[in-house]
């Protein structure tokens, strides 16, 4: 019994929080988000809510890793929303594109990392974020947050948040990831689960706060760059470039990097999945930039977009220290000159793939399990 009451007694810690802390309130039923208290660190009584919901690069798995990180390490209340069929609440469903519980947390929040892809969800849902970007609040978006949203109708109310909304009248053409952070879905550069991406610090950034601690080739990931168009809009400031690197090793689709690895150096000449011939190095693109953002009736706020950060990504010490850099930037706060990004706990990435419903199906994610890795050192 004494055990059962112990168990109880964390969760109800873990998803409660502190006063500070944004999460929704609790509902009956099994567990929809999680929630990790922050510790002892100079975030204490700062409030994160982070947004999962893609079908391909694991945000599921990423961003409670990148929570707790911020949690343990350095003191921020965070809080974790999964995509769900309602049908089948405290299941994480990516395939499910329609319901994000708990999107209340961000009218409290003090910042929300971003993570969804093609989403088209509820107007109640959207509300949160509409009021979120409207108060001027700041957000990291990480990969697919560039086509966070897609608006099926196009005569909703918030079609013009969708990636394929275009209309040159409007400051929202290219849809939200245009608009607020500066470039919305366009195009693989680099040749998909081929060639991998390696940061190089932007020449005007080398002194920028969000790069502490991070040199060039600190920055790994398998997966490849995406394309923006240059010039990005005014204000952008991009922070780190991706080289494009050729796979040394055999192609393998069981590896979790798919057969490329860090220790890969041939810069790539040539794309060879692209419909024309162009060298993905000449010109190098930005992966990670800040950007201004106003709605048209909101209050001035800024983005800080990175299009690497799978949960494989986040494998690399260096892929760490800059979202966790990017954090303090954003809430105006001095970033550490070297910032604690040691996982926490278990973390044992998946590949980035798409999936079948079946898939998921038979996985039966349940929240509620990630809720014993809060005591995780």
Known sequence: MKTLVSFLSLVFVILSGCANDPAPAVEEGPPQWVSYAGHDGPGAGKSIVLVSGDEEYRSEEALPQLAKILAHRHGFNTTVLFAQDPAHPGIIDPNYTNNIPGLDALDAADLMVLFTRFRDLPDAQMTHFENYFNAGKPVVALRTAT????IEDSSSAWAHWGNQFNDDT???NGGFGRFVLGEKW???????KQQSTLGLIAPEATDHPINNGIADGDIWGSTDVYGVRLPMPEGTMPLVLGQVINRAGEYDEEDLFF???PTDTEVAMVNPAARSEYNPNDPIM?????????LPEGAPGMAFTSTIGSSSDMVNDGVRRLLVNAVYHMLDMDVP???DVAVVGEFNPSQYSFQSDEYWETKDLKIEALLSHEGDH
């Open 259 to 261: 057969g490329m690895r």
């Open 170 to 172: 409007s400051p929202w």
């Open 147 to 150: 086509h966070a949203f897609q």
């Open 286 to 294: 930005p992966i990670a930039w800040t950007k201004p953002y106003q």
């Open 337 to 339: 000159a070297e910032a």
């Open 186 to 192: 366009y195009t693989h550069h680099g040749h998909h």
